[in-house]
């Protein structure tokens, strides 16, 4: 496994691939790896030849007051955990590689980004768009795999490789959880003890949404506000958003169907934590 930490060099390695022939299966991260990154790992190992694991906490994803400076970070760790999954090359640049001086250059979907997170972290979708665009560029992927924990960004970036014809497959992967059902998610670190156990309310409310609607409960208003009173028994939990959303547009519905997902953000203490899911299945 070889670590690579400009883009002149990365783009050397996929043009030798590409003059082999092989197929280039991408996973971009900010690291700190956990198992949900590491089944992206393990599924791009089946679908390329090449299999290129990108880590770069992304500056312009973060907003001011975010957590960009206590972002965890462990390369050493994260290469061991790569090299046993069978990762040929990480991608790890420092900022200056990617946005050296005098970068002007922005990507911007419209309308998906403003709601949910997006109304929250204004800016954090078009910091995710110009990265994501810049690492395509980059690694040339034939295939890229993201988590479908963020579920919004997902949606945006299928939005933005069919918008600007991107020539690479986007699969979103099941979530991964803790044995209790939290996601997982490298900022869970931020965690206390009591903290990490409050914040199986997410999960939890989840499984009350989706009983509700497995019965006939299918009123999205009264869904949200069963979650609502639920969350707040919890003494540090303080709620961003819930929403029930078209899977597609996002557009917020008022009566659950198919295409129904459930989406939450809620503040642990400082963190801030989301979670989804179908709600009938
Ligand atoms: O999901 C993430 O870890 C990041 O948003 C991504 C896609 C790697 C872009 O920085």
């Known amino acids: ?62 907003g001011r007051g975010e957590d960009f400076e206590d972002y965890p970070r462990d390369l050493q760790r994260d290469s061991e955990l790569a090299e046993k999954i069978g990762v040929d090359i990480i ?10 001086r005098g970068y002007a250059t922005y990507v911007d979907v419209e309308g998906i980004t403003e709601v949910l997170c997006g109304a929250t972290r204004p800016g954090h979708f078009r910091g995710v768009t110009t990265v994501v665009n810049k690492l395509f560029n980059i690694v040339q992927p034939h295939v890229a795999l993201f988590g479908n924990k963020d579920f919004q960004q997902l949606t945006v970036i299928h939005r933005m490789v069919l918008d600007l014809n991107m020539p690479v497959e986007v699969v979103g992967m099941p979530i991964f959880r803790e044995d209790d059902g939290l ?17 199986l309310v997410l999960s939890q409310s989840l499984e009350v949404a989706r009983r509700m609607a497995s019965v006939g409960d299918l009123d999205s208003h009264e869904i949200i506000e069963t979650l609502k009173e639920k969350i707040s028994t919890q003494s540090e939990a303080r709620i961003d958003y819930i929403k029930i959303c078209h899977q ?17 953000a809620v503040f642990i203490g400082k963190t801030r934590l989301i979670d989804n899911g179908f709600l009938l299945y």
């Not at 991608?91 to 050296?100: R, T, V």
């Not at 996601?183 to 914040?199: E, T, W």
């Not at 597609?248 to 939450?264: G, I, N, P």
């Open 91 to 100: 991608f790890a640049p420092l900022i200056n590689e990617m946005y050296p």
């Open 183 to 199: 996601a997982m998610s490298s900022r869970n670190v931020y965690l206390s003890g009591s903290q990490r156990q409050q914040a």
């Open 1 to 62: 496994m070889e670590i690579v930490s400009t883009v002149a060099t990365m783009q050397q390695r996929v043009k030798e691939a590409k003059g082999k022939g092989q197929q280039i299966a991408f996973v971009p991260t900010m690291g700190y790896l956990h198992d949900g990154h590491l089944s992206l790992l393990k599924e791009g190992r089946k679908r390329g030849d090449l299999l290129v694991l990108s880590i770069f906490v992304n500056p312009t994803q973060f």
């Open 248 to 264: 597609l547009t996002l557009e917020e519905q008022r009566k659950v169907d198919a295409d129904s997902v459930l989406l939450l």
